[in-house]
């Protein structure tokens, strides 16, 4: 199983990116999955979560600038990030859940990609 994340980037303050995920190894289409990042010096923190209906859920901190959202029958996931600031600087992972529904909890992810690099510059 391997999760991709793709997209990072320079970017500065006010611009946006488009983050995504492909998943290989077996379908994630029941699962929920979501994004997180780690900013250096901090813990990993919740970014944003789909389930497998595309219900969603995000980080008080991104509500209202990002978009979370999946392919429905296919194994790919994205976020849309508008309206950066410099404290989204970090490295972002995409993750897939052991459950169907939507979770913020790290602990509740059983596979995880290796990042992908956000910059935003003030």
Known sequence: VQLV???GGLVQAGGSLRLSCAASGRMFSN???G???QAPGKEREFVASIGWKSSTYYADSVKGRFTISRE????AMYLQMNSLKPE???VYYCAAARGSQTTSRLSEYQYWGHGTKVTVSS
């Open 5 to 7: 994340e793709s997209g």
């Open 31 to 33: 699962n929920g999955m």
């Open 35 to 37: 994004w997180f990042r």
């Open 88 to 90: 989204d600087t970090g």
């Open 72 to 75: 429905i029958m296919g194994n």
